[in-house]
Nanobody, 119 residues
Framework: QVQLEESGGGSVQAGGSLRLSCAAS?????MAWFRQAAGKEREGVAV??????RYAEFLKGRFTISKDHAKNTLSLQMNNLKPEDTAMYYC?????????????????WGQGTQVTVSS
């Protein structure tokens, strides 16, 4: 069992930045960030695997995923935010598939943190 708790969400104007954190009981797993906008399906944003990272193509380099092993924390640095980035953001852990951004591949989920970007 892995406990995950997100923080760092909030409201920001377009072009601004936010840093999301996910405190975990362990980060020795494949871990990822997902998001779900109102009325839409949950989608993968970024994954950090043992060999590197992978990002959703729509991000175009604006976000960075990282781990801090000393703090057992997963982070997502989000820059140049756009109104279409508005969503609930979730961290997830423990996928058997390398570099997966598929919701179905993850066993553990946090409760989410809301990000709202105004134009």
């Amino acid at each position: 069992q892995v406990q995950l708790e997100e923080s760092g969400g909030g409201s920001v104007q377009a072009g601004g930045s936010l840093r999301l954190s996910c405190a975990a009981s362990s980060i020795n797993y494949r871990m990822a960030w997902f998001r779900q906008a109102a009325g839409k399906e949950r989608e993968g944003v970024a994954v950090i695997d043992y060999g590197g990272t992978r990002y959703a193509e729509f991000l175009k380099g604006r976000f960075t995923i990282s781990k801090d092993h000393a703090k057992n924390t997963l982070s997502l640095q989000m820059n140049n935010l756009k109104p279409e980035d508005t969503a609930m953001y979730y961290c997830a852990a423990s996928s058997p598939q390398p570099f997966s951004l598929n919701v179905r591949d993850y066993n553990y989920w946090g409760q989410g943190t809301q990000v709202t970007v105004s134009s």
